[in-house]
Nanobody, 123 residues
Framework: QVQLVESGGRLVQAGGSLRLSCAAS????????MGWFRQAPGKEREVVAV????????YYADFVKGRFTISRDNAKNTVFLQMNSLKPEDTAVYYC????????????????WGQGTQVTVSS
């Protein structure tokens, strides 16, 4: 019933930029906490950024502070991740996730997930 669809991932050179989008349906988007997570081969899924339902409260992982920005457009049921100054270690599948009530950075607390979009950063 709930569907999250990520887009925008592709191959880029180190130092470049990408903008990821996540379109949501089947949930009250304006009342949902939204997050971006990523998972590289052989590593656990980790939080990238989380934003509350009205966009006033935001969490960023230390490794993306100053480089990535999460934002949302509740009228369009869409959350974005602007990624600048990309590094090879940013290479991963990036996932959009939704939580109806709780502002959290633990991926285990998010019940709804997209299928991911691949971001590859070359040296």
């Amino acid at each position: 019933q709930v569907q999250l669809v990520e887009s925008g991932g592709r191959l880029v050179q180190a130092g470049g930029s990408l903008r990821l989008s996540c379109a949501a349906s089947g949930l009250t988007f304006s009342g949902s906490v939204m997050g971006w997570f990523r998972q590289a081969p052989g590593k656990e899924r980790e939080v990238v950024a989380v934003q509350d339902s009205n966009g006033a409260k935001t969490y960023y992982a230390d490794f993306v502070k100053g480089r990535f920005t999460i934002s949302r457009d509740n009228a369009k049921n869409t959350v974005f991740l602007q990624m600048n100054s990309l590094k090879p270690e940013d290479t991963a599948v990036y996932y959009c996730a939704a939580n109806a009530f709780i502002f959290d950075n633990d991926p285990r607390k998010f019940p709804y997930w997209g299928q991911g979009t691949q971001v590859t950063v070359s040296s």
